[in-house]
């Protein structure tokens, strides 16, 4: 039996190598288009769609492969002898390998200035539709959409005279991947631009950017995915410079830490521990930020990830060389930083562009069996409707604060606390089962300091000891979302206390 190899691909890498090896082994090469043009030029024989359809490319080019001599010869099951006789009685040859990647609608999106009309055009019809059929027939017939297959198929050829099941499978369900990821692309450009919030269907998908050693634990199994076109500012997208393998928790803090640092426009530093800050602080430069940040729990940072959104200079690399720590992010190090920090050899050091701006993204929350879909909380002060229901109003400096401990206190898990100053944490009371608790939490590790400092809630009071904790650790304002039945009783502790406190209108849940 004769052998045909269709070949059509955008991407060209390696393809005259390959279809060269094929037509050396008695491969009939059938093309399209650009493929076809860039084979006769290396004078590799191949055949014109359009010579085995009989029918010319039509619709500027948008109907040339789907054909039944295309496709008959991609679907037939060449071991029955019915589909034989239908192929003969048609004059339609089988075609065995496959060769075909799409046209490039990821990259087209990706330009800035893309046209609806650019994006439509690159969406592929007979690509994905030759693809499936080859892996629907896998069978019999051996696809290839991958350049990096390109050699496991010749050399199986070169060595068996075909290709083995198991490789054949394998290169269909990567097929199968490559097409519905694609689609899945397609769709969510579609539902965007039909401006559809909750389609009845959600398509996401992700390409794998590292396999992990393990999950949160050594017994689980993990790998890290990266969404085609997500926001170039995040830790997906970040450069490693120097240290150790990223590990799934190191992942997870240190988007954790990012986050909280995109907060501020000022220098800034976001210690991290399991998730939640131990330490974040302001000042004129780095160095003061980290100082603060450290001073706010010396002990707790330990082992933790640290992020930054201004360059990291020398003198705040060696405050940061005397630490045991798994992660610094940074927009950048200067050589001096650089020279200082990668003499520790598993500190893991990155640097993500702090001067583009984070792409609006839906949040994934996956549950067993199911996925939850929310917007990620951008929720700023600027937005709220702030009511001032106490006595007394904050003072220009403990707005401030009060400003400060609601940006952090966004990103701690609920129940969440937060003491602090107008530039650095002082407490921090993270994942409590009621509020108190939380607000012990803070008010015990701030200590002293707490007497002058604000507090922050993430949501309300449901009571009023939480003020009541606080007017006895010192505490002079507090800012939480108000809300609760019992707002009156807090508003009331406060006034006894000559406390001012701050309603915002929204919480901050975080679970």
């Not at 339609?92 to 999106?109: A, S």
């Not at 050399?155 to 290169?171: A, D, H, M, Y």
């Not at 509020?435 to 002058?452: C, D, H, M, P, S």
């Not at 400092?453 to 009023?464: E, H, K, Q, T």
Request: hydrophobic share 40%; charged share 25%.
């Amino acid at each position: 039996m004769k052998k045909r190899a269709l070949i059509s691909v955008s991407d060209k890498s390696g393809i005259v190598e390959f279809a060269k090896k094929l037509s050396d082994l008695g491969y009939e090469i059938i093309s399209t288009g650009g493929t076809k043009k860039a084979l006769e030029e290396q004078q590799i024989p191949v055949i014109g769609v359009s010579e085995v359809t009989g029918f010319p490319e039509i619709l500027e080019g948008r109907v040339k492969t789907l054909n039944p001599y295309i496709h008959g010869g991609l679907l037939a099951k060449f071991a029955e002898k019915s589909h034989q006789e239908e192929l003969a009685e048609h004059d339609i040859e089988p075609i065995h390998i496959v060769c075909v990647n799409l046209y490039p609608f990821q990259q087209t999106i990706a330009k800035p200035d893309v046209t609806v009309e650019d994006a439509i055009e690159n969406i592929d019809i007979g690509g994905p539709t030759m693809l499936r059929a080859a892996a629907k027939n896998h069978e019999y017939v051996t696809v290839v959409v991958d350049p990096a297959d390109y050699n496991v198929v010749v050399e199986e050829v070169q060595n068996k005279g075909e290709t083995s099941i198991k490789t054949r499978r394998k290169l269909a369900a990567k097929v199968f991947r490559h097409t519905a990821a694609y689609d899945a692309m397609i769709a969510e450009y579609m539902t965007e631009l039909a401006e559809e919030e909750t389609p009845e269907k959600l398509t996401v998908t992700y390409e794998l950017k590292q396999s992990l050693r393990y999950g949160e634990n050594p017994h689980q199994k993990a790998a890290f995915y990266r969404k085609p076109l997500g926001s170039v500012f995040s830790i997906a997208n970040a450069t490693q410079l120097h240290g150790k393998e990223l590990s799934y928790n190191n992942i997870n803090d240190a988007d954790a830490a990012l986050q909280i640092v995109k907060e501020f426009t000022e220098p800034a530093a976001v210690a991290v521990k399991h998730m939640n800050p131990c330490g974040v602080g302001t000042g004129e430069d780095v160095f003061n930020a980290f100082t603060r940040a450290f001073a706010a729990d010396p002990v707790s940072i330990f082992g933790g990830i640290v992020a930054f959104n201004r360059e990291v200079d020398k003198v705040t690399a060696e405050k940061l060389h005397e630490i045991f720590l798994e992660i610094v992010i940074a927009p950048s190090f200067s050589e001096e930083a650089l020279g200082i920090l990668t003499g520790k050899k598993n500190l893991r050091l990155l640097t993500i562009p702090f001067d583009e701006q984070a792409k609006a993204e839906m949040k994934l929350t996956s549950i067993e069996g199911g996925l939850l879909v929310q917007e990620q909380d951008r929720f700023s002060l600027k937005e709220a409707s702030i009511s001032v229901p106490t006595k007394r109003e904050p003072t220009d400096e403990e707005w401030k604060a009060l400003e400060f401990g609601w940006k952090i206190v966004k990103h701690v898990k609920s129940n969440a606390i937060v003491v602090n100053s107008e530039n650095m944490t002082l407490g921090i009371g993270a994942g409590q089962m009621n509020r108190v608790g939380a607000a012990n939490i803070a008010l015990e590790q701030a200590n002293t300091k707490a007497n002058g400092a604000v507090l922050a809630s993430d949501a309300f009071f449901p009571m009023d000891d939480t003020v009541e904790a606080a007017a006895k650790a010192g505490i002079t304002a507090i800012i939480q979302p108000g809300g609760s039945i019992r707002d009156e009783d807090s508003i009331k502790k406060a006034d006894e206390y000559g406390i001012a406190m701050v309603f915002t209108g929204v919480r901050h849940f975080k679970h």
